[in-house]
Each structure stands twice: as structure tokens, then as C-alpha cells.
């Protein structure tokens, strides 16, 4: 039977829609960094495609080691002329971005490099120098579900800054601890009011 770290970590991957503190663990995730508008610019496309390249070269090579279902596109964000939180975000093509996609522990730099020469074996035109194995311990943060259009979420970002001021916390966005979304819903396979999306900012006690 396969692990989906969706049903087995739901309290990461499953929140309620109504904002919760959550203090999450360090994790391991294949990582590649780009910006501007991920609509139109081609680089965001291309680095969806190689993160599932690699992760899923990664799963089929080690079946013996875990039988797993490859987790959810993620994604970590900022602008880049000011760290302001989504509900400021109108120009799109400011964005910084680091798409990811969660590995299992069992993962090494070895295992990792295996994955980019097979990857590269199967398509010689794959740049996987962009990609990298990293680890992130978000710690302390406010989340929960948004449901809808990614054009609406500076609704529910208001909800979960609110939250975290009247229950003693602050929003603590900087350039290592960044707004955070983990896309559950395929927008090519979802309608835009059904999309569901993790929503997680990064706080400490105020």
C-alpha cells in the first residue's frame, strides 16, 4: 500500500478553512528557484515539469526502499523589491518563487543525482542544474484551506493575519521564512471555485 503523506500528515496537507497555528518539522523537498509571473513566464512551466521529472524518476527507482504516492507541487513566495504578505501582491511579474515538491526522508544527494541522469537520459533537453535537494523547517505558522481562485486568496491571507493578532502572534515574513502555498487541487483538471490550497505564513509571539 502506498503512503500519501496527504492522509497520513493531515494536519500539513488537510487544514480546515477556518485559520490554526501549526509548528512544522523539517522537510525534505526538491527544490528549483525562478520569478515572474508564473501565467506567462516559460520557466515556471519548465520547472513544474522537472520537479515532477525528478520526483517521480525517484519513486520508480526505489519502490523496494518505499512504495509512495508523490506528494503536492508547493510553492514558497516574495516579491522582489519588498516582503510584503499576498493580500499586497498585484503585479505578478515581481514575484520570486522556489517551486518544490516534498521528498522522503530516505532521499539522499546520492539518490537525488541518480535521478538526474536517468531524468536526463529520458529527455536530453532538461536543464536539471536548476534543480536542488534542500531542507526546510518552517516552524512556527498560521494556515488554512483556501478554497476558490488563486486570484482570491488575499481574502483568506486577511483571515489568517488576523487570526495570529488576536491569539498573541505576528506575522513574521522574511527572506528564509516565506508565504507558503501547497497546491492539492490540478487547476488543469479542477474548476477555479473548487481549487483547494494550503495558505501558510510564518509567526512568532508578538
Not at 5 to 21: G, H, L
Not at 128 to 144: D, P, R
Not at 174 to 193: F, L, M, N
Amino acid at each position: 500500500m502506498s503512503i500519501d503523506y496527504k492522509k497520513t500528515q493531515k494536519d500539513q496537507y488537510q487544514p480546515k478553512t477556518a485559520p490554526s497555528v501549526i509548528d512544522v518539522p523539517e522537510i525534505k523537498y526538491i527544490a528549483v528557484d525562478g520569478r515572474g509571473n508564473p501565467n506567462t513566464n516559460p520557466d515556471y512551466a519548465e520547472a513544474v515539469e522537472l520537479l515532477y521529472g525528478l520526483s517521480y524518476a525517484i519513486k520508480m527507482s526505489n519502490k523496494s526502499v518505499l512504495d509512495y504516492v508523490v506528494p503536492p507541487l508547493e510553492g514558497f513566495w516574495s516579491l522582489d523589491d519588498e516582503l510584503k504578505g499576498g493580500a499586497a501582491i498585484n503585479d505578478k511579474s515581481k514575484f520570486i518563487w522556489t517551486m518544490v515538491i516534498r521528498q522522503p526522508d530516505f532521499v539522499t544527494t546520492d539518490i537525488f543525482e541518480a535521478a538526474k541522469a536517468a531524468l536526463i537520459k529520458k529527455k536530453t533537453s532538461v536543464d536539471t542544474s536548476k534543480a536542488k535537494l534542500i531542507t526546510i523547517t518552517e516552524g512556527l505558522c498560521v494556515q488554512a484551506m483556501h478554497i476558490g481562485s488563486y486570484d482570491d486568496e488575499p481574502a483568506t491571507v486577511a483571515a489568517l493575519e488576523k487570526f495570529a493578532i488576536e491569539n498573541g502572534y505576528r506575522i513574521d515574513i522574511s527572506q528564509t521564512r516565506r508565504h507558503h502555498e501547497i497546491y492539492i487541487s490540478d487547476p488543469r483538471k479542477v474548476e477555479q471555485e473548487k481549487l483547494k490550497t494550503v495558505l501558510r505564513y510564518p509567526i512568532r509571539k508578538a
